[in-house]
């Protein structure tokens, strides 16, 4: 009954894979495969089986860790809604009280989760047998690759799933998933390319050591999942929607919340006892003292925890040991910022609806700007202050290595300046969203998509124009992506110049191309330029949207 005539896994892919967007969703990612392919496949170059083609093996691993990194982001996006929807939907309880044992459900909505992910994979496995020609690349290699790619898909599966029985709402599991899966991913991709000159190893590595490796810890996270739905310590709603901050306090383990002490109040303000003042904004004060948090702070505390873990190593590394690599640990804490800044802006206008309350909100006498801004501010103040918990090092590194980093004290505020309009056009684009949909699960993944399209498209692009060669077309193309990538804070921190005190002889060359020291001021003054825009337009048309109260209600 796990698999065969599993009502769950019946149910699940009938909804799934028969729906109009998973037909779209595998036509977009063959087209964005196949275009990949086509820009970076080398021109001119002669079919040699016999020689050895390192632009064959480069655009193998590029296509691999590509289609790695689309896995670890969509994986979660599957799996980490699967229990945890049912919890929002209601009908959690009606699941638990069907003669399904725990496993079938496990079983059922981890198969159903993965498959749709699955036949993605496999249907561009097609498209790079293209390169084989090419020779440097073996077919055992290929499927060896595609292998270790879906144990791995499996891996990221059971974490979302453990994730989406232990949290009560789908943005909490699926942002602690994201975490949890980052490392994973940075050490798979750090694995795959530092074994890029040995192809036997690293084949023998990805066939018959870690697919055993994957599997065990896959089954843990599983049996865990089964035995929670075997014994739920989250049945019944009577009082189980909002959770008693204290007595959560007394019963955790690991790091406590204190929410009436410095810097804790910072993101976890406590709840007022006091009568609100007459000039306060109210939909501010609903958000921050009591909607936020009302489901606890276990995410909360996971997302201190292990992002400050992340970045223990990173500091230490590219602050301290290379300094010439301070600009990818900003990039960490830009990624950070994305996948954290939609679970608290993202729902800010579709739980209304859910809840029905919408209608109720907007004919109070606030006006328009007071809920824009109320909404806004909330979700950003809580996104904001755990990302700049990631800066602190930052300033450590300016004060411990202050004859390193003191000429550069400009460099260093530009650095704060990028993560500071991010953080704005993140929570702005997260609201802008739940503008438009209906449902807290959409918006996210919306804005997940437009961060995903805005800020990682042009590196994707540039990292494949630039290995496509060095001819003239080739530099008018990655010209191009330079000008498409102004808008991403992830170039425009490596951007910005840095002088000889940091930078060795031979590392003084950016992510655009030229010399860091020689200065690229004006694409980093353009990109804030271009974030500020778009950020007024953006909170321009969610203000069109409150003041047409009628379209906002969909009525």
């Not at 004060?285 to 992340?310: C, N, Y």
């Not at 109320?374 to 904001?384: D, E, H, N, Q």
């Not at 930052?394 to 550069?408: D, E, G, R, S």
């Not at 010399?515 to 271009?530: D, N, P, Q, S």
Request: hydrophobic share 55%.
């Amino acid at each position: 009954m796990l698999l065969t005539e599993n009502p769950v896994l019946q149910r699940e892919l009938l909804t799934n894979l028969r729906a109009n967007r998973a037909f779209v969703l595998l036509l977009v990612y063959q087209l964005a495969l196949a275009s990949v392919l086509l820009v970076a496949y080398p021109s001119g170059q002669r079919v040699d089986l016999s020689t050895d083609s390192s632009a064959a093996r480069q655009l193998v691993d590029f296509f691999f860790l590509g289609q790695y990194v689309l896995a670890s982001l969509m994986a979660p996006t599957f799996a980490a809604g699967a229990i945890s929807g049912e919890k929002e939907r209601k009908t959690y309880e009606m699941l638990l009280a069907s003669p399904l044992r725990p496993w079938a459900i496990v079983i059922g909505k981890m198969v159903a989760s993965l498959t749709h992910l699955a036949v993605l994979i496999i249907a561009s496995l097609p498209i790079i047998m293209l390169a084989l020609p090419l020779g440097g690349v073996s077919i055992y290699e290929v499927l060896g690759a595609y292998l270790w790619l879906l144990i791995s898909i499996v891996l990221f599966g059971s974490i979302g799933l453990a994730c989406s029985c232990g949290f009560q709402r789908t943005a909490s599991s699926l942002v602690v998933s994201y975490l949890i899966i980052l490392p994973l991913v940075i050490v798979g991709a750090l694995f795959w390319r530092g074994l890029e000159s040995s192809g036997s190893l690293r084949l023998w590595i990805a066939i018959a050591v870690l697919p055993p490796l994957y599997l065990t810890v896959s089954a843990l996270l599983c049996r865990w999942t089964a035995h929670r739905l075997l014994y739920p310590p989250d049945v019944g709603s009577e009082g189980k929607d909002v959770v008693d901050l204290e007595e959560e306090s007394r019963n955790a383990i690991g790091m406590v919340i204190q929410r009436d002490q410095f810097p804790d109040r910072l993101f976890a303000p406590p709840r007022r006892t006091a009568l609100m003042r007459d000039d306060a904004n109210p939909v501010y004060d609903k958000e921050i003292h009591a909607e936020l948090f009302s489901q606890g702070t276990l995410m909360l505390r996971l997302v201190i925890q292990i992002s400050m873990l992340l970045a223990i190593p990173l500091m230490a590394a590219f602050l301290f040991i290379r300094p010439q690599y301070s600009p990818w640990y900003i990039a960490y804490v830009l990624v950070f910022n994305i996948l954290v800044a939609p679970v608290f802006s993202a729902g800010a206008l579709t739980s209304e609806r859910e809840r029905q309350t919408l209608e109720l909100l907007l004919t109070t006498q606030l006006q328009p700007w007071q809920i824009l801004w109320g909404k806004l501010l909330a979700g950003f103040r809580v996104s904001y202050v755990l990302t700049m918990f990631l800066m602190w090092p930052m300033i450590l590194a300016f004060v411990l290595a202050f004859q390193m980093y003191h000429t550069n004290w400009l460099a260093v505020l530009a650095f704060f300046a990028i993560v500071f309009t991010a953080a704005v056009f993140n929570s702005v684009s997260a609201l802008f969203c739940s503008a438009i949909s209906r449902k807290t699960s959409v918006a996210m993944l919306l804005s997940y998509s437009m961060l995903i399209v805005v800020y990682f498209l042009p590196v994707a692009a540039w990292y494949v124009a630039s290995s496509v060669g060095s001819d003239e077309s080739s530099l008018l193309l990655l010209s191009w992506i330079k000008l498409a990538g102004i808008a991403s804070p992830l170039m425009a921190c490596f951007w910005i110049p840095l002088d000889a005190n940091i930078l060795d002889a031979g590392m003084s060359t950016s992510v655009s191309g030229s010399a860091t020291a020689g200065g690229e001021w004006l694409m980093v003054l353009i990109y804030f330029a271009i974030a500020f825009t778009s950020v007024l337009l953006m909170l321009a048309v969610i203000s069109a949207f409150l003041r047409n109260r009628w379209g906002m209600t969909g009525r």
